[in-house]
Nanobody
Framework: QVQLVESGGGLVQPGRSLRLSCAASGIVFSYYPMDWYRQAPVKQRELVATITRGDLTNYLDSVKGRFTIARDNAKNTVYLQMNSLKPEDTAVYYC?????????WGQGTQVTVSS
């Protein structure tokens, strides 16, 4: 059974940093690309960052240069380092994996950027 468990969200002031973690189980983690999505109130869920099995990365334009996705295959964990946070980054952040022709999501972690 594939499980994804996020952690690391919270309330931060604009300009500060947070690091999200997503621990995966039930899969051979190193085989799969991993994604971070986010969903703000009354908005659609959007893809924030992707990392391939070969560590190639891709980012939403609005987070380029501020967010970094990374993976540690030994720990079955993917990270999202978020720097220079802005109020518009406020959202629930979800870890995502597509495997065995199915989509798997974590429970989400709330990130709130406010002074």
């Amino acid at each position: 059974q594939v499980q994804l468990v996020e952690s690391g969200g919270g309330l931060v002031q604009p300009g500060r940093s947070l690091r999200l973690s997503c621990a995966a189980s039930g899969i051979v983690f190193s085989y799969y690309p991993m994604d971070w999505y986010r969903q703000a109130p009354v908005k659609q869920r959007e893809l924030v960052a992707t990392i391939t099995r070969g560590d190639l990365t891709n980012y939403l334009d609005s987070v380029k240069g501020r967010f970094t996705i990374a993976r540690d295959n030994a720990k079955n964990t993917v990270y999202l380092q978020m720097n220079s946070l802005k109020p518009e980054d406020t959202a629930v952040y979800y870890c995502h994996l597509r495997a065995y022709s199915s989509d798997y999501w974590g429970q989400g972690t709330q990130v709130t950027v406010s002074s």
